[in-house]
Each structure stands twice: as C-alpha cells, then as structure tokens.
C-alpha cells in the first residue's frame, strides 16, 4: 500500500529535489552512503564523490536519514534547504562486526576467541579465476594454495599445515550453515576439479576463513582443518529493479617455456645415424622418430624423412613446442535479480561461463551457474528460508597429467628438437591409424592426442536447503534445517584406436551420483541481563551420504571414431563402487558475557559415526575459548586504541574415517577361461579403528588503532593430532601392500600476522595497504612402531615421505655417494658418481608464506594489486629431469660442443676420454682439454692390493681426483642417480592480482535507468617476479592435489591471464 | 537452565545411540565378497602366479636363460623390481593364505587345501630361487613389526617336507577337487604326479646345500617312478584364451600392444650358435625364420666344384642370433669387421608365432623335463628303473615330438656332442671368447639339452639349472644397465636385490636378511644352491672375430647355393692360394 501511494507520489512532487554530499569525519565523501527519506521508502545512494540528489514531497517537513555502514547514523530535518553537507561520525560500536560463525549463527566478531579472517568476495568477481578455490590465494594468513595448473583441475587448499598423513587436510566448505562435498577430483591421472570449485562468486556474499579447529569444533570430524563459510547473497531491497549485469572476459596465454636447445638433433651419441636401424630402407634416409632423444648429430640440415615418408632437411624447430599453444578467451556473463520489503526477500541469478585452455583443443568449459535465495517472514514466529545453487558443468577433453602416454603436455618435456609440427601433422595414415612419432618413451604424437582422444564429463550439481526458524519467546528460537548437496554426473574417456602407443584404443564412461543429506535442528537462547549476557545453543543433526557409481569400459574398440561402449571387440567390463555413511551428532554451545569485555565460550559435540567400529562409533569432543575486550576494560582513548582484544581457545576434534575401512574382502577380479576369479583387498584394514584426535590451543590478539585506520591480528597457535589414520606400506610378505594404521601424531606450531591500513585518506585519494604473513612448523613425532619413515608418494626412485623427527615433506631420491667427508666417490670405470639411495634432496613445506595486497582510490578510478609470496620449499621437477635426459634442454648443451670435437672429428678413444693412451695406461698428453662433461669428484681409495679402502662406517675414501670425460649423453642420462641437480628452492613473489577499475560517475547515469556502472582491466598471475626454478617450470606446480606435494611433472606450462570486467546495476 | 539443557541432551543422545542400529549395515561395501568360493580364489592365484611369471620372462629371465637377446630397459641385466615381491606375496601367496584360512577347518575341502599347499610350495620355490633368503615362516603375519627371513636352507629342506606332505595327503577319489580347476582340471591324480615332480626339481636344485634331505627325496622318488609324471598327458600348465582378460602377458606385450623394436625378444646368439653347432633342428621349431626381405646378407667364401676358384659372395641367411649387447670391450683390440656388422633389429629370428599366440598356454612343468631330471638322479646313482642314457634319449624325443619335429630326433641323437659319450666341437662365438664345445662328460649333455627344453616358458628354471651347475660357457653382458654394479661388464647375475621397499617397510628383516649373505645385497652374491663363480676378467679375454658360426649355411660350394635357390652377390672370385 505505501509502496503504490509512494509510486503515485512520486511525479506530483517530482519538483522538490534536494541536493547534497554526504562527508566523513576528514571532509571527504563518502560514496554509497544512503540517503533515505523518512517513513517512505524512497532512498537513494551517494555517488563517487558521496554526492546525492533526492525527491521529496515537501522540502520543510522531509526528514531525511543518512546512513553508512562503520558510522552512526544521521536523522536530519530538512526544514526547506536545497542543498545539505552532512558529516557522519565513525561509530566506534559498529566496528563491532557481526560475523558469520560456525552453524551459520551470527555473533559480534568481539565476542569471538579464535581466529578468523574475511575474504574479500567482490575482486573474484572482477580479477577472475575459473575456479573460485584459485582466487584464495595470497588473500588469508596461513592458507596455502596449490594448484594444477589447468583451469579445471583440482586446487589443494591448506590452513595451518598438514594434519594428517594421507587423510584428508583441506579445510571444510560450508555454505550457508551446512558442509559440502569438496572432495578431489583426481582419478587416476584426469582431474575432475574440487568440489568447492563449483560455487559461483556473483552468488557469494561474504567468506569467512575459520582457521584452526578451535573455530570449526563445532563441525566436528569434518573441520579438524579449519573451515570456509560461504554466505550466498540473498535478496535487498534497493531503487530501482534491483538487476545487476556482470561481463566478464579474460584472455590467457603462456609467459614462460622451457629453455630448449636448438643445435642438435634426434639421434644418440652424438650421431645423427646411430646405426642401421634408423634408415628407411626404402629412402635410404634417416627417418624421424627413431629414437626418441635430441642425443644426435648437429642440426645442419642432413637428409631427413618425416613419419610420412617426405624428406627434408635435419633442421632445429625452435618452436615446436611453443606452436601447441594458443591464446584463450574465457568469457563469464550474471544477471542477477534481487529484490526485497520488510518480510521477504529473493533473488535469482544466472552465470554461464566458457572458457579453455592455452593447450589446444583441452579443459574446454561450458557452465551455468542458477541461485535462488527466498524468505518469508512471518512475524514474529517464523521465519522460512530457503536457498539453491544450481549448476551444470559440461567440460570437454580435460588434459592427462603426470606424463600420462595420451597428454599432449608430454611434449614440453619430450619433444624432439629436429621435429616440425608440420612433420607431426597430419597425424595418421590412409587407415586412420598414428604414425609412429617415437619407438620408445611411451607418449603419442601431441597432434594424435589432441584431435583423436577425447574426454567429456557433465556434472549437475545442486547445493539447497530450506531453514525455518521458530520464535518460541523472546529469548528462545527453534531452528530447523535440511540441505542437500547433490552431484549427478556422466563421462567418458576415449583413446583412439591405432595410437603409437594405444594400438587397441579404449573407451571407459561412468554415471556417477552422490547425496548428502543434512537435516538439523537447533534451540538457541539467548538473553541479557544488566551486565551478564548468555547465549547458547543445543542441536542435534543427522549427515547421511550416499557416492554412488558405475563404470563401464572397453578396452579394446572395434572402429575407429566412434564414441560408444558398443565400438568393442572385447567384452566391455563393468565395476560400480558405493560407499555410504551416517553421521549422528549432538551438539551445544554457551557464550557467557560480562559487561562487553568479557566472553567464555564452551562447546562439546558427540559424534556417532557409522565408518566406525561399534566400541569406537560415539566419541566427544569439547572446546573453550574466551576473549577479553581490552579497550572495553581500560576505556583507551578510542582515536588511539579504537578497539583492542586478547583471545585464548583450546579445542579438541575428532574425526572418523571413510566409509569401508574396517574390514578387508575379496574384489571381483574378472573372468578367466569361462570362471569368475576375486582376489582379496590388498589394503589391509582394521576392524578396530579409534577415531583420530586433533587438539589445538591459539593466542591471539585484533587490534584497531586510529578509529580503525589501522589493524592489526596475530594468531599464534599449536596443534596435534593423535590416533592418525593412515594407509601406511606395509612389508609386502604380509599378502598385504598396505595396512590402515590408528597410530602417529603430528604436530604444527605457528604465527599469523594480518595487518591492513589506510595508509593516506583525502578527499579524491585513498591507498589501503594489507598485509598476511605466517609461518608454520611441522613435526611428524612419530608413526606406527618401529615405523620411522612413511612414503606418501613419489616418481620412480624418488619419494615424498613422513620422517619421524622432521617435518613433514622429506624428498628423497637416488643421489651422488658421498665419502663421509663429504666428496663425491666416482666410479673408475665409466667417470660416473657411485650413488646412494634414499638421500634427503629437500622438504616440500614452505618457510612462511606472505601476501601483499593494496588498493589505491583517486576520484572514480580505483588499483587493487596482489602479491603472493612463497618462501621455501623444494620441488622437484621430473619436467626438467626428463627434458634433460631427452637432451632437449640448453643446460644439456654442456659438454657436447668438446665432445663431437674430441669422439668425431678427433675419434679419440674410450681410454683417451679417461685421461690414458689407447695403449699401454700411459698418461694421455692431451688430457687437459676438456672432452665432454665431467662428474666432480674423487676415485675411491685403494689399497695396496687395489681393494677399495672403507672407514669406519663403512664408507669409501676418496683417493685420487677424478679426471674422466663422460659423453654428455651419459651424463645427463644419469640423473636417475644423481636427483639433486633436480630439486630446486620453490620460493617465488608473483603478482597474482590487478584490478584496474573506472566506476562512471553518477552524473552520466542519473538521466538513465543505471544506477551504478564499473569497468575494470584485470589480471591474474601477470608476473613471477622472483622464482628460482627453471623456466617454464611454475614453482606452485604439483603433481597431485593429494599430501605427496613436491613433485613436479607435466601439469601445465605457466600462463597469465588479463581481461575486463563490466559491471552495471539498474 | 543447565538441567533443562542436560535433559535435552540426554534425550537427544538416547533418541541418537538408537539411530546407530543400521551402522553396520551402513559401513558394508556391496561390491565385495566376504567368503567366496574356493575355487574364485584359487583361479585367481594360479593365474597371478603364471602372469607374473611370463612377466619376469619377458622382462629378466628370457635374458638371462640365453634363449632371447633383449635391447635396453630391465631386460639388460636388471636385478629385479619391486613388482614381482609384490605380486608373489600379496596376489598369489596372501590368496593361498586367505584361502587357507577359510577352508582349512572344513573336511570337505581337504584335498583342496592340499593342492593350496602345493601351490604355495611351487611359489615359494621360485622365490627363493631368485632371491635367497626370503621371508617364509614368518611370512602373512600382520602383528608384528619386524618379518624376520628365512635361510635358504631352511626353506628348501620345509619345500621337500611340505610337497610330500601335500602329495601324500591327496585322496584320489571323492568329489573334493576344485571344480573349475584351470590346471589338471580337477584330476587329483595329476595333482599329485606334479607334487612329487616338483619335489624333484626342487631336490635336484638344493643337491649342493641340502645334499641329504635332497638325496632321500631323490631315491623315494626314484623308488617308484609312477608317482612322477608318466607322459605328456601329465604336464602341468595353465592354458589362456582369446578373449579380453584371458590373453597370455606374452601376447599382451609383444603383439597386442606396441614394443620397440629393440625390446622385442630375439634369438639369442649363444642359443643360435649352439643350434648351428649341431645342426639342431629346433632353430627352425623355436624360431621364426626371417622375412626374406629382412634377411641378414652376409659374406662368406664358398669353393666350386668346378674350377679351383674361392668365392667372396654375400647372400641372405634364414636366422640369425643377436648378441645381448653388440657392445664392444675397447681393451679387446679387435681388429676387422665384425661377422654382424650392419645388422638391425629385423635382421635377427624372432620366436615362433605360436609361442606368442593369446591362448598358448605357460608350462609350468613337462614331462621332457622330468625325463632330464631322472637322467640325473640315474647318473648320480639315486635309483630308477632305466639307463640315464635310456632316460636321456627320452627326454630329447619327447621334447621333439612336441614340437613337432619328432622325426628328426634320432638324427640330432647321433650327432657327436648329443650322442651319449660323445663329445662335440661347437662353433666359437662370434668375439671368439666362448664356444659351444660339448664335453666327454655325459652330465653336461643333460644339462644342455635340459637348458634347451625350458624353452621358453622354464627360462627361470634354466637359470637355476645354469648357477647350479655353471655348464654353460656363456659370454658376458657388455653393457649392463645396472648401474649398482662398478661394471659395465657382468655376466648373468646370480640373484636378484631385495626389492627396494623392504629397506624402507622391514628394515630389521632386511638387514638381517643381508648378514645371512655376508653383508651385501648384490646381484653378484652366489645362493647357497648355486656352484661358486669363479669371475673371469673380460677386457683380458682373448677376442677374435669369427664369422664361421654363420658360414656355410647352405654348404662349402657355390653349387649348394644354387641347388637351394638362393640368390647371391658375388664380390670376389679368385684362385686358391
């Protein structure tokens, strides 16, 4: 009714406009205050420069109040001005923020004892990454970021350091009050993504990071790492139709490749026709693919036939690599709708992204993305909400990693140097079949694995759930849940038949269908009484799921091109996996206030798990945190201290395991001869599993200074966790390769620093500054007994592991023997070091991690900048391995120049290269001249008899200087034994983040039907500025998103990306 | 309050401790078995059991057995991985285990748990022909940290025990037999022929280090020649098939899937120079002949009968062996061309299609090879009812008739090396460090032809049979990809290392595994069972490059050329100095 006499209002007094600014406390406007009229629901916002006009009925009698959030608000009385300056004054209480807290219970942040830290959602929406997981980086103290490199991949997020040794240590998703799925997509080596990637930033409100499991104890087994609460945007009442429009496109192209070498070619010892079998009898021509190493002759230009048969010349390719790449356009288009009065509220948005890969024709993305926020107020007893996230994913030929024979990423490392695209292309004969690129290294041709293998998923993925709170009286309210969080998926995989590899080809598709389902019920008080204040909260929750799927695949097809499980010559096989669990949960909470400055919060939940043993199924965990306001207490001066406060918790949380864990059984193993044959489970599982335990203590203390132009958080924590559950190795002569073990502990100890400020504010300029800065400390105390060493993962003889006594994280690999003193011992017969396995090559664990991050403001144009930094941490990098035993690399360049010299031109001999005449073991005069590469090091010591000499610990002893030339094929080559030229400091600065945005001044909107217009330049990872890894190797690279960090190997080439953002509301 | 709260919560526990009835249920993965057939599991270790077998063959054993010359990667000499330990102890023993476990109470699976047993017997024994010491008694317990390994000694004296054991403890009749069984097809009888063969082998293998518990089982056996394999119908083996989940690995890796052409199995050329030493017709049963396109051209003098005139001619050869490694010692000094300069990799003779068809089935243990066995005990005086000439003579003819060359047996028979108390001149290796000579002795001559019989399938077993009785005069490898060993030089090795996970998951067994050698685990480290090496030094080694194990192929003249269809270059012509 007021809203249709307003409306009818509205052109009858259209006349009495009044205009005005609205101010802070130094004078300089304040944009997007609102300027309301009084018992109406006319309001209008500030524009840049906090200027405002609005229509009023009646100039002398309008009431206007000006609000801004951070300030108190102003009721100002017209009394027939035109024109108004309104200065609003900081309010010291509204820096008492209201938080989102575990259970999605709001609470005054000071009333808090543990730390926590918001993330800006605005910017990822802007600076955009595909997936919303990536845009944490570099934004929260403490929380690490790893991704695959491939813009649909799985991103690992840690908080804290690492808890469990091969459970899960990613903090937990929870959107709006209840937990979702944000498992791993990895499978085998494709990469689904996360879970979490799916939410849509347009559709978030707020982030809020818990940090360590003193705030998530609440969530219990799931939150033992931390968690992330997501709060979706719900509807707002505003001018106008409340619709907002979102473009968004970025553009992405590599910045850095390997360093290739482009003087020699395929070939081996230095020959560019080793021997018979690489010339094509029919051409008598060397014929590429022969082998599979750029190990060869000069690049002069030497006969040279393709795979197809054409002869050309043996000529370098410097850009055969580079030609796979391409530059992308990632596009994100929202329409949102949002509307609300004074009992409901909804709002509807839509997003459809699509994008690719800077790798041709892979991880092509097309998602759509629906919300939709409802609530209905019946006042004052109940209170209904309800919520949906929709989306549907569609992604096309995701990219194989870890070296995978059907990745097309294989070529940075593998290929060779004398090869042109145009040689790999077309990339089958009359038959559809691949021509051989390479005999051996087991990968395909890149152009075979582009356009004949395929893979495709579809993912519909439905987060909601609807809340009703109940007003019972005052001071107590009944709420109750239930949410679902939904995924339904298909997919296939396709090798084409007739690959240099895949001869057979193969086809697999699965269906995939997960429930999890949450209902909840929640009694909350809360009551004040003079100075005491009490709150608490009593619930219980039922969390059942269900992961359900089925595959059916082909292992060898019967045509080519065709995508179907019916394109077999072999029976197909069929598997279907379900694995189900029930949660039972009984919780509570109380806070308890004194007089504002005081606060003790005690919580205790009961879990009853059913991936537990009946003894072990119910376990209890407690927390209590407490804060002390201190700027309540000793009434600072607030233009000083504006608020100060000091907080302690201490926490325990349990957490089960995965569903099947208990007992071990027989798998269907296949058919044999017409008879079905199981064999048993080599994991070996434990029907007396107790459920692991973190406990957790932190201190800390948020202060605000100079009306909170200045604050600063720190956090120092410990935490350990007891009881783990791991699949450790096993001795295989057990019939087991594994066992789940319920032994260990590791601890984490650690600071967190946050600082942001205001570091110049005037009128038509403002540069905020914040800062994270953290450190943790890992310590693995102990494993399984007798048990002092556990690999989580590795490549080939190299191996990331748990070390009692170190942190976690130790690589280790084969390596250069070292005497005891410390020299490297070299063999006497071929000049190559004698190796030891298992060495410690380095930690994958970072020192501390920092971010830097700034905006800058003049008038309408505003510059945010991110910068992350990293400092520490091995990786190594199988890439760089591999490329330089394939003799690709400049690095493998060393050596080769005085070899051809000495072995071809001068055909000096085995003993020569040795440093002795051919005859005789005379000294070689000529042994000065350097005749390949040669290992640095010491012949081991003989004695007398000519029997190597051993100390004490039984280790050689170094004798004489070693002098011997290796070719540098061997040399390189026997990086397999000498891993440390591999490892390298994974410390980095990058640029992660600019925005550079321009809001259009409300002057030019004001005679359109627009509100608020933004158009930014954005980029992400635009520049390393500091790294130490070789090019085109990204130190934040990783093989899996899983605890086995460290290891580099065929993710993706580094890329930036840069676009522009439009933003308009109307 | 506090009360209300506790009565909440103690009607909220009650209402949720009874929600805990479907727990289990909730906790059951639907998609496995917790008590399957005997008989599922049974056909799923004696399938892992051959898998892996053929596996080490192609990978290790087909290498060190001299049959095939292998090009790079593990074949070169490697000393095992970590996959067979693996695949032995969890597929195939932990399975005999499980199965043990599930059916040893029951009487009506007595016979079952017999031919377990046995099984587990014939696993162990190639085991601890590979490594030595292995974990035995002590192995498939889960309690307990540390896994200690037994002695070889040990484990070979428990192998005769259990083997008579099992093979005593069989009831021939009844219907407890698994049914499927993918071996003797439920014939109990033939179950315990293959037990007490088995028993032999393993006897005559520990002859050296268990010389009495090995004699006794020797004679027992001996004794009553009708509890051993009586023909061809008793063999054991394990047949495959055609389709998806069926095919032999052989099949899987070499024609089913792409391998490089220098990782396809070639004749070897000490196992080639031997059968053109003797003329042994089994070149051409094993071997595929080469495409003629293909074939090696090679030079060779040839006389005429016509005139006094030598001929230089080259001319294409059917077969030919190729060297484990063409790698050449530079302190040899060789001077001239070597006898296989220029050959590639399609030159050399491949395996017979039929060995690497999808359904060929693994022999396991033949007849032929129990023949050779009896040959032996017979010669070492352990009893049996025939001449250990008589059971020679055997062993080589049925060996012949199943490769379908029955025919020319008594000629192969006669020839002077074969013939018993003959002694033959062989060809010398291409290098000239080693020849073919077969000696006087008559206990060489088993050996040889027994060492041929393995073909291909015992390749594990010749290797056994060469370190026990070192009689073959083998070349080295001259460029070992093991880059443990301080050479580039070895020859077979004589064991394999521990598999690197167990320094890491069982170090006190480990080590204390290694002090039962004497401190190392080296690939170079004689078993117990085997005669002690005495290491020749290689790059002291008279070498010579010597063509004629390849000459005459079609005989002396020009003539025989021309009367086999060959055709020829000629190069040269020229007087008979």
């Known amino acids: ?1066 | 309050m506090k009360k209300i709260l506790y009565i909440l919560s103690v009607i909220l526990a009650g209402t949720f401790q009874s929600c805990t009835k479907n727990f289990e249920e909730t906790n059951k993965n639907p998609n496995q078995f917790n008590s399957p057939d005997a008989e599922a599991i049974f056909t799923g270790v004696a399938k892992a059991t051959v898998d892996q077998m053929e596996r080490n063959n192609y990978l290790f054993f087909w290498t060190y057995s001299n049959f095939f010359a292998i090009d790079g990667g593990t074949a070169r000499y490697g000393s095992g991985d970590d996959t067979n330990w693996q695949q032995m102890y969890v597929n195939v023993l932990g399975n005999i285990n499980q199965l043990k476990k599930r059916y040893k109470d029951n009487p009506q699976y007595a016979n079952r748990i017999q031919i377990a047993e046995i099984w587990e017997c014939y696993a162990y024994s190639y085991l601890v022909g590979i490594y030595g010491p292995i974990p035995y008694s002590q192995a498939m317990m889960t309690n307990t940290p540390i896994i200690e390994f037994d002695d070889e000694n040990t484990i070979y004296a428990s192998l005769l025990e259990r083997l008579k054991k099992a093979a005593d403890g069989l009831k021939l009749t009844g219907a407890d037999t698994f049914t499927p069984d993918v071996v003797f097809n439920g014939d109990l009888l033939k179950w315990k022929k293959f037990a007490n063969s088995l028993r032999l082998r393993i006897a005559l293998r520990c002859l050296r280090n268990q010389p009495e518990a090995a004699e006794a089982a020797i004679r027992e056996l001996m004794t009553d020649e009708t509890l051993l394999m009586q023909g061809v119908a008793d063999n054991a083996k394990l047949s495959y098939g055609t389709g998806e989940g069926n095919e032999a690995p052989y099949f899987i890796r070499l024609v089913k899937n792409t391998i490089a052409d220098g990782d396809f199995p070639k004749l070897n050329d000490y196992l080639f120079t031997n059968f053109r030493s003797y003329k042994d017709p089994r070149l051409g049963a094993y071997f595929e002949p080469v495409p003629v396109a293909d074939q090696y051209a090679m030079l060779d003098t040839l006389a005429s009968t016509a005139d006094d005139t030598l001929r230089i001619v080259s001319y294409k050869i059917p077969h030919l062996g190729s060297p484990k490694s063409p790698a050449i010692l530079p302190a040899w000094g060789l001077i001239g061309q070597s006898p296989i300069s220029g050959t590639v990799f399609k030159n050399f003779s491949k395996p017979k299609a039929s060995i690497l068809a999808s359904n060929k089935p693994f022999s396991i243990m033949d007849y032929a090879e129990v023949c050779f066995m009896k040959a032996e005990a017979k010669y070492l005086n352990y009893g049996g009812a025939k001449t250990a000439e008589e059971y020679y003579k055997e062993a080589v003819t049925v060996n012949f008739t199943t490769w379908g060359i029955a025919a020319s047996a008594s000629d192969y028979l006669n020839t002077n090396g074969i013939k018993w108390d003959t002694q033959g001149k062989g060809f010398n290796y291409y290098t000239g460090l080693v020849n073919t000579d077969i000696p006087l002795d008559n206990l060489t001559k088993i050996w040889t032809q027994r060492w041929i019989n393995y073909y291909p399938d015992g390749a594990f077993d010749a290797w056994c049979l060469q370190r026990r009785t070192l009689s073959l005069d083998l070349p080295p490898l001259t460029n070992a990809g093991n880059p443990n060993l301080n050479s580039t030089i070895t020859d077979i090795p004589d064991r394999w290392e521990f598999p690197n996970v167990e320094r890491t998951y069982n170090p006190t067994g480990y080590n204390n595994a290694i002090a039962k050698f004497g401190a190392n685990d080296l690939p170079t480290v004689s078993l117990k069972f085997a005669k002690p090496v005495v290491r020749r030094d290689w790059n002291t080694a008279r070498a010579f490059y010597d063509p004629k194990y390849i000459q005459k192929w079609y005989g002396p003249t020009i003539q025989s050329l021309a009367a086999a269809g060959i055709p020829y270059v000629l190069v040269n012509k020229f007087v008979r100095p």
């Open chain 1, 1 to 1066: 009714m007021l809203m249709m006499a307003c409306c009818m209002a509205f052109p009858a007094y259209a006349q009495n406009i009044i205009k005005g600014r609205v101010l802070d406390e130094t004078g300089k406007g304040l944009p997007g205050a609102s300027v309301s009229l009084k018992e109406s629901t006319t309001r209008v916002a500030t524009d840049g420069d906090g200027a405002f006009s609005i229509s009023v009925p009646n100039t002398s009698s309008a009431v206007l109040i000006v609000a801004y959030i951070g300030y108190k608000p102003q009721t100002i009385s017209v009394d027939g001005k035109q024109n108004l300056t309104i200065n609003l004054l900081q309010d010291a209480s509204s820096l008492n923020e209201v938080v989102v807290t575990a259970l999605g219970i709001s609470r005054e942040s000071k009333s808090l004892g543990y730390a926590r830290q918001k993330v800006d959602v605005g910017e990822m929406t802007e600076a955009r990454d595909p997936n919303i997981i990536n845009m944490l980086s570099g934004k929260v103290a403490g929380l690490q970021i790893t991704t695959s490199g491939q813009p649909t991949g799985s991103t690992r997020v840690v908080l804290r350091g690492v808890n469990s040794l091969t459970g899960n240590n990613e903090p937990l998703w929870v959107v709006d009050g209840i937990p979702i799925d944000n498992s791993s997509g990895q499978r085998g080596n494709l990469d689904y993504g996360s879970g979490a990637s799916v939410l849509n930033p347009d559709d978030i409100e707020s982030m809020e990071v818990l940090k360590g499991p003193n705030a998530a104890a609440l969530y219990g087994s799931m939150a033992a790492n931390g968690a992330i609460l997501v709060t979706t945007k719900k509807g707002k009442a505003g001018k106008n139709f409340g619709i907002s429009v979102n473009s968004n496109f970025m553009a992405s192209a590599i910045t850095e490749l390997p360093a290739y070498q482009n003087v020699y070619g395929e070939g081996n010892a230095g020959r560019y026709v080793q021997d018979l079998n690489n010339i094509d009898p029919a051409l008598g021509v060397y014929i590429m693919g022969k082998t599979d190493r750029s190990w060869g002759a000069p690049l002069l230009g030497q006969p040279y036939a393709s795979y197809a048969g054409v002869v050309r010349g043996y000529v370098p390719q410097p850009d055969n690599v580079k030609d796979l790449y391409h530059s992308t356009l990632t596009g994100t288009q929202n329409i949102a709708l949002s509307k609300a009065d004074e009992t409901s509220s909804i709002r509807m948005s839509y997003t459809f992204t699509d994008g690719n890969d800077v790798l041709q024709k892979q991880n092509i993305v097309n998602k759509h993305n629906f919300a939709l926020n409802a609530s209905k107020n019946f006042k004052p007893y109940l209170k209904v909400e309800t919520r949906l996230q929709y989306a549907n994913e569609d992604v096309q030929n995701r990219t194989y990693r870890n070296m995978d024979s059907n990745s097309p990423m294989n070529a940075y490392i593998f290929m060779i140097r004398s090869v042109s695209p145009s040689d790999l292309s077309p990339w089958e004969d009359a038959n559809g079949n691949s021509f051989a690129y390479t005999n051996r290294g087991g990968y395909e041709n890149p152009y075979w694995s582009i356009n004949e293998n395929s893979n495709n998923d579809r993912k519909n993925r439905l987060i909601g759930g609807v809340t009703a709170t109940l007003g019972i009286t005052k001071d107590l309210k009944f709420r109750s849940q239930i949410a679902s969080d939904m995924n339904f998926g298909t997919g296939y995989t396709f090798t084409e038949k007739g690959g240099a590899i895949s001869k057979t080809g193969s086809y697999s598709e699965f269906t995939q269908n997960n429930q999890n389902w949450n209902t909840e019920g929640l009694l909350m008080y809360a009551k004040k009484i003079s100075k005491f204040s009490v709150s608490a909260n009593l619930g219980g929750n039922i969390r059942t799921g269900k992961n359900y799927r089925t595959e059916a695949r082909s292992t060898a097809l019967a045509v080519h091109d065709m995508i179907s499980i019916s394109n077999t010559s072999v029976t197909p096989l069929a598997s279907e996996q379900l694995d189900r669990y029930i949660v039972n949960s009984v919780f509570g909470t109380a806070t308890f206030g004194y007089n504002d400055y005081l606060f003790v919060d005690v919580t205790g939940r009961n879990d009853w798990s059913s991936t537990l043993p009946r003894s072990n199924w119910s376990f209890f965990y407690p927390s209590v945190s407490g804060s002390l306001v201190l700027s309540e207490l000793f009434k600072v001066p607030k233009e000083i201290l504006t608020f100060g406060k000091f907080r302690a918790s201490i926490a325990k949380v349990g957490n089960a395991t995965s569903p099947n864990n208990l007992n071990s059984a027989f798998n269907y193993g296949g058919n044999f001869l017409g008879n079905s044959w199981v064999a048993m489970d080599t994991k070996l599982k434990d029907p007396n599993l107790k459920p692991e335990e973190t406990t957790s203590a932190e201190l800390g203390i948020d202060l605000k200074f100079f009306n909170g132009r200045l604050t600063f958080d720190a956090t120092a924590y410990r935490s350990s966790s007891v009881n783990q559950i791991f699949e450790a190795a096993v001795p295989v002569e057990t019939g087991y390769t594994r066992a789940v073990v319920n032994a260990g502990e590791i601890q984490n100890r650690g600071l967190e620093f946050t600082v942001s400020g205001t570091a110049v504010s005037t009128k038509d300029f403002s540069w905020d500054v914040n800062a994270n800065w953290s450190v943790n400390r890992n310590k693995v105390v102990s494993l399984s007994p007798g048990i002092n060493r556990f690999q989580l993962g590795g490549w080939f003889q190299m191996s990331v592991n748990a070390d009692v006594g170190k942190p976690i994280g130790s690589i280790r690999g084969n390596d250069q023997y070292r005497a005891s003193t410390g020299e490297v011992i070299i063999k006497t017969d071929s000049g190559q070091p004698y190796y030891d396995q298992n060495v410690y090559l380095g930690n994958f664990l970072p020192d501390w991690l920092g971010s830097i991050g700034s905006t800058f403001k003049y008038k309408n144009f505003d510059l945010n900048f991110n910068i992350a930094i990293k400092k520490g941490g091995d990786i190594y990098s199988v890439g760089n391995h591999k490329a330089n035993v394939a003799g690709n690399t400049v690095a493998s360049l060393m050596g080769r120049d005085e070899y051809l010299f000495s072995n071809i031109i001068l055909g000096e001999s085995g003993n020569e290269m040795k440093g002795t005449t051919q005859l005789n073991n005379l000294p070689y005069p000529d042994a000065e001249r350097l005749k390949g590469v040669k290992f640095e090091g010491f012949y081991p010591l003989l004695d007398a008899s000519g029997k190597v000499v051993l100390d004490a610990n039984g280790r050689m002893v170094p004798g004489q200087r070693a002098d011997f030339n290796v070719q540098p094929q061997g040399y390189w080559q026997y990086m397999d034994f000498n891993m440390h030229d591999n490892i390298f400091d994974a410390s980095y600065v990058k640029l992660n983040q600019v925005i550079f945005g321009y809001t259009l001044p409300n002057k030019w909107l004001s005679k359109t039907p627009f509100q608020n217009a933004k158009l930014s330049l954005v980029g992400r990872n635009l520049w390393t500025i500091y790294k130490n890894t070789p090019n085109g190797i990204d130190p934040e690279s990783a093989n899996s998103s899983g605890n086995a960090q460290g290891i580099e190997m065929g993710g993706s080439l580094p890329y930036a990306t840069y676009g522009f953002d439009f933003k308009i509301s109307f």
